[in-house]
């Protein structure tokens, strides 16, 4: 049987197979594409954040050189709304109407011959507005309030008569600011029209739902539409959802008839593409002496856009996080004159674990147990929801091997208690979950007359690896050696693939990358069952494994063929397969598919003096299934791990409370670490394969960043005395 337990090269620290390209400058982004006659656009934001449009002069734009159109809404094309996705609805479509509901929303688009003229063609154009007074603050009473709109609130055993019965209650207000997805590559789209058909380069994280929305909103079919996106610049959520400027990149493309490249600038990357939207919370909880909790009461309240559904529910982590009888949790939405909100990574869980693991170390300090105890002793075992052991869970041995190898048991539990020379020393930590996501997925696997493979998906690869743990495990599945491999993605017309985001991507396209080699195996086996001439007739694929491109019977060796002899005796220059994959259901399994855990632990320095913080050490324990390659997956709980030091000490997109704009909407003003601010990051990868999925893999991109501003604050607290409830921890707070 041909499984992942030949142990070829799944596993293996395996460096990246795109590596090359992407050193030489041979990786080809989105921004690097153009066709031939191509031309250039620019977009003019609105300068309020709410009212109307009472008048548009373009008369200078289009007089401007190079200019070939300028298109608002008074001369759009109605659209419609793109179609509702995994992800929620589709934003509204641009130029509909005269509205304006947030600053720097778009209210034209200038095509010109170069970039530059259409920048400068965009700044002559004049708007008149008749400006209403914004909704900015989630405590604006005047603002509209959207109540559970998605039905996750959860509720179990009695709240009220638990806090009642506890010996100790804590109760505590947190906040997290708006953040913004900030990748290195500008967010680009080049579309063009070829009579019906249309191609678009996009820096998207799901080709397949830009397809289906622009056909959606340009009323095509899908078949005539291609989206390619082989590299992506990053993205962190930003390529989740189709924003109005990719529509706006095609339209203008059919005004011009000539193709288009629309590049964002970095100031319209932080109103264009989605942000982490804000909360706040209120968290309640109450345990026995003894360390046990009886009362966990989560709610939260976070900022949305006036037309848009997008939702995190942030006390959603508090339902299933604790062996806790009594818990409640509710999410609420305040509309508000902001860009719309969207994917960042790990979103929802980001802020939300935020308040809880900050609570729980507040209860463990009341009652005077090690957090790292009270933690243990309410490990929950069994999904607490579904009342099912979870699919696996290591998140005990997390904490076990973490805390050895951090040197937990030095801490010394009194606050300010632990110095090195003039600075404090504060020891935190934070456990760590991130949920099961996981939709169908769709691949195909060739093997050709050579005896190369080659295995495509409309998967993207925004630098997590995806390329090439799929590579290693094609390569183990199929027996030959990984040089001989090539994986392929970024394409539309490749087989069916979900959003690359949510953790949920590896987890579903390497079952189909291994259903599909499975079957390609099995498709040899077919055109040799009735061959005389084959050593492998009539053999069924529990009988058979595959060395070295050569699949031979495991009870005799000596007796097979390769790929490229079966396939040269029957006259075929390839041979294909698809394979496909669909999330596990509890109640087949018999238990709950369970995502990632982990626990982080953080060492800080702070000096009282000055407020200074500083952080020393980060090591990240976490249980994610099998590591198909455990370099990347390294890489991804790293980056996540500086992204959630970012979310813990610096981010913050400042909004101007009377005008709606953002006002640090540049990587100069905009705060995120450097070198200097990232200590080593130590990483160790605990438990075993996942039984859930036939590949035994977890979704690990979120949770290397989930936890570490609760542990940064936890470390604080130890080594200052202050509690601090507001994200980011600045020197305000530590003076």
Known sequence: ??????????????????????????????????????????????????????????????????????????????????????????????LQDDRVLHYGQHVGIVIAETPEQARHAARLVRVRYEATEPLLDVADPRAEIVENPWGLDTERGDVDAGSARADVVIEGTYTTPDNTNNPLGLMTTVAAWHGDALTVHDSTQWPYNVRASLAAIFKVPESGIRVLAPFVGGAFGAGLRVWPHV??????????????????????????????????????????????????????????????????????????????????????????????????????????????????????????????????????????????????????????????????????????????????????????????????????????????????????????????????????????????????????????????????????????????????????????????????????????????GRIHRLDAPERGETYAELLARHGLEELSADGRSAPPAAEELGMAPAGAFGAKFVEVRVDPGLGLLRVARVLSAIDGGRILNEKTARSQIIGGTVGGISQAMFEETATDPLTGRIANATFGDYLMPVNADVPDLDVIFVGGPDPATPTGTKGIGEVGLVGLAAAIGNAVRHATGRRIRSLPITIDQLL
């Not at 049987?1 to 990786?27: F, I, N, S, Y």
């Not at 449009?53 to 809404?73: C, E």
């Not at 087989?495 to 990358?513: F, Q």
């Open 247 to 548: 529509v706006l990149t095609v339209l203008a493309a059919r005004q011009v008839r000539r193709p288009v490249k629309l590049v964002l600038t970095r100031p319209e990357m932080f109103t264009s593409v989605g942000h982490r939207p804000n909360s706040v919370q209120q968290i309640k909880i109450g345990a026995t002496r003894e360390g046990d909790l009886v009362a966990i009461e989560h709610q939260g309240i976070s900022s949305a856009a006036m037309d848009d559904e997008d939702y995190e529910p942030v006390s959603l982590c508090s339902s299933i996080s604790y062996a806790c009888p009594n818990v409640r949790t509710r999410d609420r939405l305040v509309r508000l004159n902001i860009p719309c909100p969207g994917s960042m990574r790990a979103p929802a869980e980001s802020q939300g674990n935020f308040a809880l693991e900050s609570a729980i170390d507040e209860v463990a300090e009341a009652i005077g147990m090690d957090p790292l105890e009270i933690r243990l002793r309410n490990c929950a075992d069994e999904h607490p929801l579904l009342g099912l052991p979870w699919s696996s869970k290591a998140l005990r041995e997390c904490y076990l091997q973490g805390a050895e190898r951090f040197g937990w048991s030095r801490r010394t539990p009194e606050p300010g208690s632990m110095r090195d020379g003039g600075w404090l020393v504060g020891y935190g930590m934070a456990s760590v979950s991130y949920p099961f996501y996981q939709v169908p997925c769709q691949a195909r696997a060739s093997v050709r007359h050579d005896g190369s493979a080659y295995v495509r998906s409309a998967a993207t690869d925004i630098g997590t690896g995806t390329y090439t743990v799929m590579t290693q495990l094609a390569a183990d599945v199929l027996g030959i050696d990984v040089t001989l491999v090539r994986f392929d993605l970024g394409d539309s017309d490749m087989p069916y693939a979900p959003p690359a985001g949510g953790s949920g991507l590896t987890r579903a396209l390497s079952e189909a990358v291994h259903t599909a080699c499975r079957r390609l195996i099995q498709e040899f086996l077919d055109i040799v069952h009735d061959d005389p001439a084959s050593p492998l007739r009539g053999a069924a694929l529990d009988d058979v494994t595959v060395t070295d």
């Open 1 to 94: 049987m041909t499984t992942l337990e030949t142990g070829r090269t799944v596993g293996a620290g395996l460096d990246r197979v795109d590596a090359p390209l992407k050193v030489t400058g041979a990786a080809q982004y989105p921004n690097d594409f153009s066709f031939p006659g191509m031309v250039h656009a620019a977009l003019v934001g609105s300068t309020v954040a709410a009212g109307r449009i009472t008048g548009i002069d373009v008369s200078k734009a289009v007089a401007a050189p190079g200019v070939l159109d300028v298109v608002t809404h008074l001369t759009a094309p109605k659209l419609e709304r793109g179609p509702m996705t995994l992800l929620g609805a589709s934003p509204t479509a641009p």
